[in-house]
């Protein structure tokens, strides 16, 4: 394929992904449109070559593969990447599971996905360290892949390029609106998700804000897979071992409706705040 196309089709799969942050700039110079902020470039080792590409960009096909069709987040951007590769005469089709604890069954579905000989990926994982060979498998079949949802500046392999938000800057701003709110006196739980880049960064940015507050006192935090189930569990399990925890902090907004019922249920409410 030559420059010109290459160029045309990355710019195609880049506009179905545009509305959030960009972490990828294929030219020196190149300024997104709003309300997107300007592309930084990915670590050392994480950017694939944008060059060799065989397919036809008048008749691409492409997997937008969220980690789990329970959360309405990933449907709700599906819903705007297939309106928008309508307008384009972009094949899309949605493959995902259904949970997004479900990390084999991604897995499996990416690796048809290769066999299918599809022209493109769009990537949401919520186990990067187990996606990250058949991304690469990807890449030498010639697919594009590009991370969605995501501030990961250095994938575990190469990607095409990465689109996403800051993460940890944006916990980080509630960290400190609760320790605000709190006069900086807490006990503080904490309600993760899976193991992987997304919990550690949205995590990360609460306990950067509680870090040099010396009231504020994390007392436990558990894990979750993703969703309302686990995060009402691991709350119920959370408050009968620290029943005087204040607030709670979580990776996500189905796990924190999930800590809300638990909360709310009969007895006693011993938790002051969730987020």
């Not at 592309?39 to 050392?44: A, F, R």
């Not at 940890?168 to 006990?187: F, N, P």
Request: with cysteine; glycine share 10%.
């Amino acid at each position: 394929m030559n420059a010109k196309k290459t160029l045309l089709v990355l710019a195609l799969l880049a506009a179905l992904v545009l509305p959030m942050t960009a972490i990828n700039a294929q030219e020196e110079g190149y300024t997104a449109p709003e309300p997107a902020l300007d592309p930084v470039p990915l670590e050392e080792g994480a950017q694939a070559a944008c060059s060799g590409f065989d397919f036809d960009p008048d008749n691409l096909r492409v997997a937008y593969m969220p980690p789990g069709t329970e959360f309405q987040y990933y449907i709700a951007i599906g819903e705007g990447i297939e309106a928008l590769a309508e307008e384009l005469g972009i094949e899309i089709d949605m493959v995902a599971p259904q949970s997004g604890s479900d990390i084999a069954g991604q897995m499996g579905m990416i690796q048809d996905v290769i066999t299918q000989e599809y022209d493109a990926i769009i990537l949401s994982t919520h186990d990067e360290g187990a996606a990250a060979e058949l991304v690469d498998q990807a890449i030498e079949e010639g697919i594009a892949v590009i991370i969605v949802n995501s501030d990961i500046a250095n994938f575990p392999t190469e990607v095409h390029g990465v689109v996403g938000y800051a993460q940890r800057k944006g916990t980080l701003a509630l960290g400190e609106y609760i320790v605000e709110m709190t006069g900086g006196e807490a006990m503080v739980g904490v309600l993760e998700g899976l193991p992987g880049y997304h919990s550690t960064e949205r995590i990360g940015g609460f306990l950067d804000a509680f870090e040099e507050v010396e009231g504020m006192e994390v007392v436990a935090s558990l894990p979750t897979e993703w969703n309302v189930e686990t995060g009402n569990s691991a709350m119920m399990d959370l408050l009968q071992a620290n029943p005087d925890i204040e607030v709670v902090v979580t990776a996500n907004d189905y796990i924190a409706i999930g800590a809300a019922l638990a909360a709310e249920s009969p007895g006693p409410r011993r938790c002051a705040d969730l987020w």
